[in-house]
């Protein structure tokens, strides 16, 4: 069992920016595909962005293209998502994902993640 742990999340201001973090400790995140998704009110949990941690493929939703980057440290084991021009349709609860499984293809569909963190909340306000 891997325990993902988020951190980062808060209020700001539509246009501002927040780091989220992810990390798992005592477990190493390298061969594992990676990804944040979020949830808001009545909505279903839709994929922001994923990155596989041996390959450093990409994916990013259409919605935060441009504006969010995904990106990990090796060294702290721990994965980033960068997320600028932040809008108040960002809003939402950020989970940290974690896909074991070993294909080259990064899952866009949460139920195809196997680990999730607690979730952190992210309110913009307009």
């Known amino acids: 069992q891997v325990q993902l742990v988020e951190s980062g999340g808060g209020l700001v201001q539509a246009g501002g920016s927040l780091r989220l973090s992810c990390t798992a400790p005592g477990h190493t995140l390298y061969m594992y595909k990676l990804a944040w998704f979020r949830q808001a009110p009545g909505k279903e949990r839709e994929l922001v962005a994923a990155i596989s941690w041996s390959t450093d493929i990409l994916d990013f939703s259409d919605s935060v293209k441009g504006r969010f980057t995904i990106s990990k440290d090796n060294a702290k084991n721990t994965m980033y998502l960068q997320m600028n021009s932040l809008k108040p349709e960002d809003t939402g609860v950020y989970y940290c994902?974690?896909?074991?499984?070993?294909?080259?293809?990064?899952?866009?569909?949460?139920?195809?993640?196997?680990?999730w963190g607690q979730g952190t909340q992210v309110t913009v306000s307009s």
């Open positions: 994902a974690a896909d074991r499984t070993i294909t080259s293809r990064l899952a866009r569909v949460h139920r195809d993640y196997d680990y």
